[in-house]
Every structure is written in structure tokens, then in C-alpha cells.
């Protein structure tokens, strides 16, 4: 329920994110991992959770995600990182709100 002026938003919809993955995923190439952030919740933050197999180089583990403001509709959150050996592997993004979005990514050894 909500009284006075403005929109009314559900909790549960506050600081909700798509994940992104780009770049090569050949072992010792660089990707990148995104995080796009709808609507920030106060203090939010996201985690990166990479499977041994792959290292992060760029990025801390744990980043805060930058507040909603007039001129930008969502915020982004950035990490590079690489794949040091072909195998599966499962990527994740923990958010401090506990939503948690995972990928899985494949690597096959080159013939």
C-alpha cells in the first residue's frame, strides 16, 4: 500500500539484474561478466563466484552497485576475467538482496 505522490514499487522488485557474459572463452583469452542493475537497492552489492578453472583479473570479488539516478536508468557492474582450462563451468553473480543468476559456459580443447 502506498499514499502520496509518486510509484509505489514492490521490494521484491528492487535491485533485480541481468547477467552478461562477452568476449573469447578460449583458454587465456579474456571475457568479460556484467551485471545490469534495475532499479538499485540502498547498499546493494554482488558478489562473483568463479569456479577453479577460471581466474578473475579485473573487478573486486565483492563490488557495490552504484545508486539509481535521474540520468541513468540502470547501473552496470564489471569483471574480466579468464579461462585457464577447457572444462564446464558454472558462473554466478550473488546480489545482497538474494536473488543469485548463474551460467553455465563449456570449454572444449581445441582439435
Known sequence: YAYGEGIAVPA???GRFQ???GGSFEPGKIFTISAI????ALGQ???LELPSGMQRLEGKEVQPVAA???DHENSTVLWKARVVEPGAYTIRIRS???VTLSKVVTITAEK
Request: proline share 5%.
Open 96 to 98: 545482497s538482496t538474494g
Open 19 to 21: 547477467m552478461a557474459l
Open 68 to 70: 539509481f539516478s535521474d
Open 37 to 40: 542493475v534495475a532499479d538499485p
Open 12 to 14: 521484491e522488485s528492487e
Open 45 to 47: 552489492t554482488l558478489m
